[in-house]
């Protein structure tokens, strides 16, 4: 199984709502990323997790809250987003942080923030 | 941090043609990736790169690691229409991937 899956596909918010996006990867990776994603723009790093741990916060507004489970999990919190942060979220994984560190992507979340 | 340059920015081909895009960069990168994103798509991984002057291919596709290790380039050969999409080509920084601005390739059949 090399696949990076992500829930839900599209999803659109109010500034006032609390949604979460969800991500699962099954290759034993231990490494996990969040990406925010502009049209035509190259995927931007937000956070990294290695071994279920916070490594990197690309200096991300605190209305994104990320969360890692366990080792297959890598979730989203989403709070008082504004319009702005309409995007396609993408996830991704690597084996670790050393090595070669190939990231597999997710299809990624269309957010809509109304 | 880093940044890379990635040209062209867009091409417009006919179908069978040879198509060739490039990445360069002011540092160095120990590996080199390309990745094609279809549009509402995740990127995919094409072609990883390790090694200086490495040339690896996929398929029709070709990729090199600039034996300064300041570069990259990817061949696409004899393009097919599903081939189009934007590719970006990325450069390993630490922990990081340090990622091209993207090549739009449209093919017209």
């Known amino acids: 199984d090399t696949e990076v899956t992500q829930t839900p596909k599209h999803l659109v918010m109010g500034m006032t709502n609390k949604k979460s996006l969800k991500c699962e990867q099954h290759m034993g990776h231990r490494a996990m990323y969040w990406y925010k994603q502009k049209a035509k723009k190259p995927p931007e790093l937000m956070f990294v997790y290695s071994y279920e741990k916070l490594s990197i916060n690309e200096s991300v507004p605190s209305r994104f809250s990320p969360e890692c489970p366990n080792s297959s999990l890598l979730n989203l919190h989403l709070h008082a987003l504004q319009p702005e942060d309409s995007a396609l979220y993408l996830c991704?994984?690597?084996?670790?942080?050393?090595?070669?560190?190939?990231?597999?992507f997710g299809p990624g979340t269309r957010l809509t923030v109304l | 941090g880093q940044q890379l340059n990635q040209s062209p920015q867009s091409m417009f081909i006919q179908e069978g043609e040879d198509v060739s895009m490039n990445c360069t960069s002011s540092s160095i990168f120990n590996t080199w990736l390309w990745y094609k994103q279809d549009p509402g798509e995740g990127p995919v991984l094409l072609i990883a790169l390790y090694k200086a002057g490495e040339l690896t291919s996929n398929g029709r596709l070709t990729a090199q690691f600039g034996i300064t290790r300041k570069d990259s380039f990817l061949n696409i050969s004899a393009s097919i229409p599903s081939d189009v999409g934007i590719y970006f080509c990325?450069?390993?920084?630490?922990?990081?991937?340090?990622f091209g601005a993207g090549t739009i390739l449209r093919v017209k059949s």
């Open positions: 990325a450069g390993r920084d630490g922990n990081k991937l340090v």
């Open positions: 991704a994984s690597s084996q670790d942080l050393t090595g070669y560190n190939e990231q597999f």
